[in-house]
C-alpha cells in the first residue's frame, strides 16, 4: 500500500480501515443469510459425487440461490458432511470456485491448506456449511424465517409442534404445493392468519422475484391517462391491502412470506458487537505469541425470537 501511493504511510491506515469495512459487509451479509434460512447452518445440499471436481449441487433445491446470492463464494471456508456429521467430507476447506449455472450449480474446494482442488466423493445426504458453524446436528446459527414460518413442524425456542400440548407452536399455513403467485393463494395466506390471531398480517416478505411477479399479476389493471404518463417498473410501490410488498434480496426465490411483525423480535447482548480485548479488558491490541503482530477479534450473539408463529403464514413452493 505504501509502494503504491508514493511512501504515504497514512495509505495503510485507509487500507485497513476498507478492509475492515468489507469484512463487516460480509458479517452483516452472512447474518442475513442465517436470518432467512432453517437455523440449522445447511446452506445447500450436494448430488452424489463420486470422487471428482467441482461437486455438484442440488440444482431443484438452494444450490443455485446459495451460489446467486453470494451465500458461497471464493474464499469462504466451509466443511462438507451430514446432518450427523458436519466434516465427514470435508473439514475446513476453502472455495475456489463457483458455477453460477442454473441447472448444474457446482463448488471447487481447495487442500485444507489451499492450494490444488480437492476430488472429494459426496452423497444426496451431504450439505456445506460455513466451517465451524454446526456441530454434528446441533446448529450454531441463528433461527431463521424458513424455519419460524415456513415449516409446521420445527422446533423454535424448546417448543415442538410436534409434541403433544404443543401443537399450537407452529405458523398459521405454510404453502408448500402451489407454485405460482395468485391472490387466491394470497388471500388464503391472509385468512389463516387472521383467523388464528383475530388481525391480518402486517408486513408481506419475499424475494425478488416473486416481487416482479406480484407486480406483473397486476399490470392488466394498469390504465394510463396519456402517453406522458407511461411508465413501468417501480416493483417497490405495488401493494397488497395496504401492506407493500417488501422484497428481501437474500430470501430464496420460492418464499414469501405474510408476518405479523410485531411478533418478531432480535436477542442480541446490549451494546451491540464488541471487541474481544474490550470484553477481557485488555489495554490495546493482544499480542500475538510468537509473532510480531497483534490480534483481536468482534463478537456479536444475535437470534431471531418470536412471541406467537401463528400469526405468520407463508408459500415456500413458488417455482413460476
Known sequence: AIDQTDGKALSVA?????????????????????????????????TTTSATTPLNLVSTGYGFDAIERGWLYPGLCVDIGSTSNEVVRADAHFITAVSEVEA??????????????????????DYVSVANAR???????????????GSTSSAVGGLDPDTAGEE?????????????????LLLTLQRKV???VGSAPSVVLTSLKQQAQWYSLLQNQ?????????GAGNVDAASWNGMVVEAQNDIPNRELYMLT????????????PKWF?????????????????????????PNLAIRRRNGSASAIGLTA
Open 14 to 46: 485507509n487500507v485497513i480501515d476498507t478492509e475492515v469495512s468489507g469484512m463487516v459487509a460480509d458479517i452483516r451479509h452472512n447474518i442475513t443469510r442465517q436470518l432467512v434460512s432453517n437455523g440449522d447452518a445447511l446452506i445447500a445440499q450436494f
Open 104 to 125: 448444474t450449480p457446482t463448488i471447487t474446494v481447495s487442500t485444507t491448506n489451499g492450494g490444488s482442488a480437492a476430488s472429494l466423493t459426496t452423497a444426496s445426504t
Open 135 to 149: 456441530s454434528g446436528s446441533t446448529s450454531y446459527e441463528t433461527n431463521g424465517l424458513r424455519q419460524i414460518a
Open 168 to 184: 399450537f407452536w407452529k405458523p398459521a399455513h405454510v404453502d408448500t404445493t402451489t407454485t405460482a403467485l395468485t391472490l387466491d
Open 194 to 196: 387472521h383467523q388464528k
Open 222 to 230: 394498469t390504465r394510463f391517462t396519456g402517453e406522458s404518463k407511461i
Open 261 to 272: 411483525f410485531e411478533d418478531y423480535f432480535l436477542v442480541a447482548p446490549p451494546g451491540g
Open 277 to 301: 480485548s474490550d470484553q477481557t479488558g485488555t489495554k490495546g491490541l493482544p499480542w500475538k505469541q510468537g509473532y510480531t503482530s497483534f490480534v483481536d477479534g468482534i463478537a456479536w450473539r
